[in-house]
Each structure stands twice: as C-alpha cells, then as structure tokens.
Nanobody, 112 residues
Framework: QVRLVESGGGLVQAGGALRLSCATS????????TDWYRQAPGKQRELVAT???????NYVDSVKGRFTISRDNAKNTVYLQMNSLKPEDTAVYYC??????WGQGTQVTVSS
C-alpha cells in the first residue's frame, strides 16, 4: 500500500505559479508510475500528468508547456510545477499511484 499526501495548493492570480507536492510512503512508490489528476466542480476527474518509475512523463494537451511533473525517489515525493496558471486550471488536484492509492486532494484556485 502506498500512502499519498498532497500539499501546495492555494489561491493564485492568473499567470501565477504553484508547486504541488505528493509525499508518499512505501517502497512500492519506486515501482509504480504516479499521476496527478484534477476535478473541477461539476466535471469528471481528469488525468493531468504522469511520471513513470523511470522518469518518463506525459501530459494532457491543455497543460503542455505550462506544467512539469517530476519525482524525487530519494524523498519519495512527486511534484507538479504549474506555471502560467489560468482560471480553467481551478480544481481539486489529486495524486494517484498506479498501484491503486489516492491522496486526499489539494485545492487550486486561479483568479482572473
């Protein structure tokens, strides 16, 4: 089992930046890929970015060039650097291990 705890959300103006962190426990973190999802009010949860155990990354088209996902295996932590934020990025962001576990979510609000 992998325990996931997100942090780093908050309120930011459009064009600003935030960095989300996903602190994990368990050696399985180093085996599984990790995702960031987001869910806006009234919308389905959306896959935003993925980083594999080897460090390969994938992004949804709407965040390419603005968001960067990375992992620090020594710290058992995955990050999501979010730059040039837009109001449509407003959502609860969730960390997910492809081993099956979810974090509790962290709110990101971007004001126009």
């Amino acid at each position: 089992q992998v325990r996931l705890v997100e942090s780093g959300g908050g309120l930011v103006q459009a064009g600003g930046a935030l960095r989300l962190s996903c602190a994990t426990s368990g050696i399985m973190f180093r085996i599984y890929a990790t995702d960031w999802y987001r869910q806006a009010p009234g919308k389905q949860r959306e896959l935003v970015a993925t980083v594999t155990s080897g460090g390969s990354t994938n992004y949804v088209d709407s965040v390419k060039g603005r968001f960067t996902i990375s992992r620090d295996n020594a710290k058992n932590t995955v990050y999501l650097q979010m730059n040039s934020l837009k109001p449509e990025d407003t959502a609860v962001y969730y960390c997910h291990s492809q081993g099956g576990d979810w974090g509790q979510g962290t709110q990101v609000t971007v004001s126009s």
